[in-house]
């Protein structure tokens, strides 16, 4: 099973970036499906971004379409969330999930498609 360990949150102003990384130990990397989640206090957990196993394939929530770019680098086993224009309600922990699964989008931002995951990386968003 493989290990994910994220970074790279911290607090910014609106309108600012923060690149988050999350490094993956363990089985072999590009055999995982990625997916990046997101959890605000008081909220459930909701999906944000995932890619393929080569990268060739990406799904994004609407609210983040346009802002936030996921990419994977299988030399370096590391997935990463590039969060450009960010605003106060993207202030949540984000967490990196792994699968072996990939499907239609309905299927891919579902939390229980992934059965591993991180500890979390704070992201938080001033106005």
């Known amino acids: 099973q493989v290990q994910l360990v994220e970074s790279g949150g911290g607090l910014v102003q609106a309108g600012e970036s923060l690149r988050l990384s999350c490094a993956a130990t363990?089985?072999?990397?590009?055999?995982?499906?990625m997916g990046w989640f997101r959890q605000a206090p008081g909220k459930d957990r909701e999906f944000v971004a995932a890619?393929?196993?080569?990268?060739?394939?990406?799904f994004y929530a609407d609210s983040v379409k346009g802002r936030f770019t996921i990419s994977r680098d299988n030399a370096k086993n590391t997935v990463y969330l590039q969060m450009n224009s960010l605003k106060p309600e993207d202030t949540a922990v984000y967490y990196c999930?792994?699968?072996?699964?990939?499907?239609?989008?309905?299927?891919?931002?579902?939390?229980?498609?992934?059965?591993?995951w991180g500890q979390g990386t704070q992201v938080t968003v001033s106005s």
């Open positions: 363990g089985e072999t990397f590009s055999t995982y499906v």
């Open positions: 999930a792994a699968t072996r699964s990939w499907g239609r989008q309905s299927v891919v931002t579902m939390t229980t498609l992934y059965n591993t």
């Open positions: 890619i393929s196993w080569g990268g060739g394939s990406t």
